[in-house]
């Protein structure tokens, strides 16, 4: 079972509410990286939440998040253990007693999954999921409209692009609908969720509509892409590092992205709609840009634990955040720890706000509960649960041609 995590693809605190994000949104925030090694004094290792639904950067089907909010009062494991006991012993559903207990305590972080939507997420975390490629976004007057296409899906092969409007999914109007329960269908419930499974698309382009069946494949997550940007009159070329998601091995490939920047470019480390993930890959991201030293600390039951960069790959190199309201969890991590520690300007909006510390245990029934436990904080001491990430420089506009601005100014690119 994954261990500290702070990935979040929109958590249920009870059954019945979507699964917005598996990864990729997924578990990620909370369980990604097989690196999860820290662990609680019981032995269960800690897992951080999930940043809430995708958005277009994040790979796999995705939502935009909600604005973020701190965690309730702590769920106890006992209470929630027990009840699922008791309910089995019954005759009864442990998953649906243990969400019940959840449901109570208001802690939106805390979830109950059942085995196989659990199976789900550790599979996101592991850099997969089961989907038809489609990034979904709300568009003017509340329409929902394709945000992009992940080349060589099913949704690509039907023809989709990036700007169609997507009317409805298997019957269901989705005018007004928020984006998580969007991916949800894309996604099919805990019953239609397997490779080859059908969903039904109806599509406008143009004011011609139609309708395709597209068929549920698993897809490998892209968590992170790198573009060297052109020089401009105005500005220098760039390495745009882009991060989906912290799935496993996402720490690494921000590494060796950043270690091709080519002489004289500044990077572009572009956080914006990432739910987060594994700590251990953000904690490796981090490493690519600090020489060692602090990138965040944590607490289980009260005991405070530290996680700690190692030697890194590019210390020197200009360096510009991009954040969003949607950069949650992990990535929200990575941003306060490069932030904190002077080695980057933070450009954007305010983040989203998701800081607390998940710990997953087994239930009766092979449901998994994932319970808050406590809270991250960054090298300053920010606790950034219901608080978010303050950018450096707050833009409303384009924030990417402004981030290159004062990457510029940094001397990136010069």
Do not use: C
Not at 35 to 63: I, L, N, V
Not at 68 to 76: C, E, N
Not at 269 to 285: F, I, N, Q, T, Y
Not at 398 to 411: I, K, P, Y
């Amino acid at each position: 079972m994954p261990g500290p995590s702070m990935f979040h693809p929109q958590r249920r605190a009870r059954r019945g509410a979507a699964l917005t994000l598996v990864f990729a949104g997924v578990l990620a925030t909370g369980a990604a990286a097989g690196s999860w090694t820290p662990q609680g004094q019981d032995g269960r290792k800690a897992t951080e939440a999930r940043t809430a639904p995708r958005t277009a950067a994040r790979p796999a089907d995705r939502a935009v998040a909600d604005a973020g909010a701190g965690a309730g009062a702590p769920v106890d494991h006992a209470e929630v253990e027990a009840a699922a006991a008791r309910a089995v012993e019954d005759g009864r559903s442990g998953t649906e007693a243990a969400a019940e207990v959840v449901g109570r305590s208001g802690d939106r972080w805390s979830a109950v999954y059942s085995a196989r939507e659990y199976e789900g997420l550790e599979r996101a975390l592991n850099g997969a999921y089961i989907g038809v490629g489609i990034a979904a976004r709300r568009g003017a007057g509340g329409r929902t409209e394709v945000d992009s296409v992940r080349p060589g899906s099913p949704a690509d092969r039907a023809g989709l692009r990036s700007g169609d409007r997507l009317r409805s999914i298997d019957g269901a109007l989705l005018d007004d609908f928020p984006v998580t329960d969007v991916v949800a269908l894309l996604r099919g419930d805990a019953a239609r969720s397997a490779p080859g499974t059908p969903v039904r698309v109806e599509v406008e382009r143009a004011g011609d509509s139609w309708v395709r069946t597209l068929y549920r494949e698993r897809l490998a997550n892209e968590s992170v892409t790198a573009e060297h940007l052109v020089r401009s009159e105005a500005l220098g070329p760039a390495l745009r590092i882009k991060v989906g998601s912290f799935a496993r091995g996402t720490g690494d490939q921000v590494r060796a992205a950043a270690a091709a920047a080519q002489p004289g470019e500044g990077i572009l480390l572009d956080l914006r709609g990432s739910p987060g993930g594994l700590v251990g890959e953000a904690v490796r991201a981090a490493s690519a840009f600090l020489n060692g030293g602090l990138v965040a600390t944590y607490d289980v039951h009260g005991s405070q634990r530290s996680l700690e960069a190692r030697a890194g790959t590019v210390t020197a190199r200009p360096l510009v955040v991009l954040v969003d309201g949607g950069t949650m969890s992990a990535a929200e991590l990575l941003a306060g720890a490069l932030q904190d520690r002077g080695r980057a300007v933070v450009v954007g909006s305010r983040t989203f706000g998701k800081g607390s510390v998940q710990m997953p245990s087994r239930l009766a029934d092979g449901s998994v509960a994932e319970l808050t436990v406590g809270l991250y904080r960054t090298p300053a001491g920010r606790a950034v649960d219901g608080q978010g990430i303050a950018p450096d420089l707050l833009v409303h506009g384009d924030a990417e041609q402004r981030a290159r601005t004062v990457l510029s100014g940094l001397g990136g690119g010069s």
